[in-house]
């Protein structure tokens, strides 16, 4: 029996940090330009309303690409941020266009920029646990979106919001490039310092989800056949060639990541009722 081969994806997160710092740059660049009298021309806003939405896209196309590698973290972020940026981008569109006539709606802005504040400290929050680039990141863009809840209020905010904005360029930018180069000569090029040591130094929004242990665990017990713990005998398996073996003998030749205490706790229902898997 040959294993089959391991598909290896490649790690598209680099190109959504790409995306996200390139839509947070132009975002600051418009607000800057409005402050300070429009410096920037205004047709750029149609150019700038098309950046958005294709961003946007390219970002949920990323989350998308991301849960083929198992990256629950990544996946979440960038479907979220990006499904998000596509839907400021449609709106202005519409509004360039003359097909959508949207007056300014403060509290309605608020509220959306709460939810993605929300939205993002439980993300700051699992960040803990993975680098401390990655939660400079997170936490500097919380700082951003609340920020967005007063825009249009009060000037001075309005110059607060955009200097939060280059900050939050440079460190996503330096965590995509951090990413993207250390990947390339997979060795530690730019820090993003873990928060512990032997930890991966060369990811900065990487967390695994449990997609690729439920499936392998389900189908390992079902290769085990099946046990009678009340009786202590076998009964038959629809694999003539599946072992018979003791629950015993069964974690002793699981996976390592099935072959801990809490893990072995976990099973013991699977096996018990493995006539039902």
Same mark, same amino acid.
């Given at each position: 029996?040959?294993?089959?081969?391991?598909?290896?994806?490649?790690?598209?997160?680099?190109?959504?940090?790409?995306?996200?710092?390139?839509?947070?740059?132009?975002?600051?660049?418009?607000?800057?330009?409005?402050?300070?009298?429009?410096?920037?021309?205004?047709?750029?806003?149609?150019?700038?309303?098309?950046?958005?939405f294709f961003g946007g896209f390219l970002e949920l196309s990323v989350a998308?690409?991301?849960?083929?590698?198992?990256?629950?973290?990544?996946?979440?972020?960038?479907?979220?941020?990006?499904?998000?940026?596509?839907?400021?981008?449609?709106?202005?569109?519409?509004?360039?266009?003359?097909?959508?006539?949207?007056?300014?709606?403060?509290?309605?802005?608020?509220?959306?920029?709460?939810?993605?504040?929300?939205?993002?400290?439980?993300?700051?929050?699992?960040?803990?646990?993975?680098?401390?680039?990655?939660?400079?990141?997170?936490g500097t863009f919380c700082v951003f979106l609340l920020l967005g809840c007063?825009?249009?209020?009060?000037?001075?905010?309005?110059w607060i919001h955009a200097f939060v904005g280059i900050v939050l360029f440079?460190?996503?930018?330096?965590?995509?490039?951090?990413?993207?180069?250390?990947?390339?000569?997979? #060795?530690?090029?730019?820090?993003?310092?873990?928060?512990?040591?032997? $930890?991966?130094?060369?990811?900065?929004? @990487? =967390?695994?989800? %449990?997609?690729?242990?439920?499936?392998?665990?389900?189908?390992?017990? #079902?290769?085990?056949?099946?046990?009678?713990?009340?009786?202590?005998? $076998?009964?038959?398996?629809?694999?003539? @060639? =599946?072992?018979? %073996?003791?629950?015993?003998?069964?974690?002793?030749?699981?996976?390592?990541?099935?072959?801990?205490?809490?893990?072995?706790?976990?099973?013991?229902?699977?096996?018990?009722?493995?006539?039902?898997?």
């Amino acid at each position: 029996h040959h294993e089959p081969p391991k598909v290896v994806h490649c790690n598209m997160g680099p190109t959504g940090m790409a995306c996200f710092s390139m839509l947070i740059i132009f975002e600051t660049a418009h607000r800057v330009s409005r402050l300070a009298g429009n410096w920037v021309e205004p047709e750029w806003d149609d150019t700038w309303a098309c950046y958005a939405f294709f961003g946007g896209f390219l970002e949920l196309s990323v989350a998308m690409w991301e849960i083929t590698r198992n990256n629950i973290y990544g996946a979440t972020f960038f479907t979220v941020i990006g499904g998000s940026w596509m839907a400021m981008g449609l709106r202005m569109i519409l509004e360039r266009t003359g097909h959508m006539d949207i007056e300014d709606t403060p509290i309605g802005d608020a509220v959306t920029n709460l939810f993605y504040m929300a939205f993002t400290l439980v993300m700051l929050n699992l960040n803990r646990t993975m680098n401390k680039l990655s939660l400079a990141m997170m936490g500097t863009f919380c700082v951003f979106l609340l920020l967005g809840c007063f825009g249009g209020h009060f000037r001075t905010s309005e110059w607060i919001h955009a200097f939060v904005g280059i900050v939050l360029f440079c460190l996503v930018f330096y965590g995509f490039m951090a990413q993207m180069v250390n990947e390339v000569y997979q #060795r530690v090029i730019f820090p993003t310092f873990p928060m512990r040591k032997n $930890q991966n130094a060369l990811g900065v929004n @990487d =967390a695994a989800g %449990l997609g690729e242990q439920l499936r392998p665990n389900v189908a390992h017990l #079902r290769r085990l056949g099946s046990f009678d713990s009340k009786k202590g005998d $076998q009964s038959d398996s629809s694999d003539s @060639d =599946a072992p018979h %073996l003791s629950p015993k003998q069964m974690y002793d030749i699981m996976p390592k990541e099935m072959n801990s205490e809490p893990a072995k706790k976990r099973s013991v229902r699977e096996i018990r009722n493995i006539r039902s898997i």
